[in-house]
């Protein structure tokens, strides 16, 4: 049975593997018009047109990738479009997760379109590129946690999945067209990357329309950098020179236990914010804001905006009544100054209400 929605706008499932990319993937739609929520290993219990799911699955075995996406896949199918997320980089568990989300989706065939060109992931001829290197041979081919071992699309497909479409991109207007283009979207996986999630709101979705307000929050924002990306830390260092911000960050290089350099900095930010002076939160990296987040016991949150291509911005309710902003990104997204405009975005919504 279809979920309940508005005539005319299609009920959207989006299920991720990480919290960035569940993120991400559902803020193109709400700048357009719709309203998204996001679960975190569940469905959001706030009804939404939108509903995007974290499995967690980038951090689990393949079997448990398995596992969790054909669990969550069969809650989920049943909404009008079904969206699976992909790392535009091609790390995780992409093969095993294809298998067990179109196994359980129902769909007659996929279409597999990483691209996200804002971002310098391209395709072309069937292989990912990240800034005109194939993404196996590139930084994150190195990635000691979650590496890519691949870069040609095709060796990611289940074998079991026959009718399936690769989309070469150069730009997201060339991506944007060719997904318009694809008949009966109902009967159709759609897998990708950011790039997917903005040609996608931009044919299911209403036109765009204004950033919805932001409930008054104190201007004081916690940062948080987990990611031991190099782009992360050149981000942080003009943020840091802008001052008035707390911020929060690990090393530039690698430790040699990632988990508890995690854990210690996950641990000093949920201490912090237990200070109410506190009204937003920016992470980078998913595995980053996963962690605080279960510290706080938060399972659930809506998506209120993107704060840029890849940046979406979103708003929790903690334990003890309070409201707070989370803002996440992929360590690699994002200009030199991707973090010092997502505070001054953030203030200045508060400063203006």
Sequence with gaps: MRTNHQPNQPSIAILADDLTSAADGAAPFVARGLTAAVGRGQLPRQAAAVAAVDSGS????????????????????????????????????ITEELEACFAASGRKSMVFAPAFPQAGRTTVGGIQFVDGIPVSQSSYGQD???????????DLVPKRITH????????????DAQIASIEEPESVLWVGSPGMAAALSRRFA???????????????????????????HI????????GGVKLLRGPRTREQDPGALLRRIAQDAAGQLQDP?????????????????????????????????GFPLGRARLG???????????GGFGGDDALERAVARIRGATQTL
């Design 144 to 154: 000691p946690v979650h590496p890519a071992r691949h870069s040609a699309l095709a």
């Design 164 to 175: 399936v479409t690769l989309l070469d991109a150069l730009t997201q207007e060339e991506l």
């Design 235 to 242: 981000q942080a260092d003009q943020l840091q020179q802008a």
């Design 277 to 309: 002076r506190f009204g937003a939160l920016v992470a980078t990296g998913g595995d980053t804001m996963e962690a605080i987040l279960d510290l706080l016991k938060v399972r659930e949150f809506e998506i209120l905006q993107e704060l840029d291509p």
């Design 58 to 93: 980038r951090s689990a075995t393949s079997s448990q990738a398995f596992e969790r996406v054909a669990r969550l896949t069969d809650r989920l199918a049943g909404r009008d479009l079904l969206y699976k997320t992909v790392d535009s980089t091609l790390r995780g568990h």
């Design 206 to 232: 209403p036109a765009k329309t204004s950033a919805p307000l932001i409930d008054a929050i104190s201007n004081d924002v916690l940062v948080v950098i987990g990611s031991a990306n190099l782009r992360s």
């Design 320 to 330: 003890d009544g309070r409201s707070l902003l989370l803002a996440m990104k992929a």
